[in-house]
């Protein structure tokens, strides 16, 4: 027996309200993961293009090196949390 079907065994023992509110639960979950598994897939389109973009300006000699220091120098990020 799966995790599931004992989950489902559990949950077939709930009265009849609690097993709807438990399967409106499940069903929200499984949109919610579709729509983030929506959202990563195309995030992850962008973000290769990104580091495609970055890459090539670094190979250009566009880029320089960061000093974290100077970075957050008079900033308001320095005061409040270095």
Known sequence: ???????FAEASKLPPEEQDLFAAW?????????????V????????????????????????QKLDPEKLCQGTVLRHTFL
């Open 1 to 7: 027996m799966t995790k599931l079907e004992k989950a």
């Open 26 to 38: 499940i069903l929200e979950e499984l949109v919610s993961e579709e729509r983030w598994r929506e």
């Open 40 to 63: 990563f897939d195309k995030s992850v389109v962008k973000l290769s293009k990104l580091a495609n973009e970055a890459l090539e300006e670094y190979r250009a000699g566009r880029t």
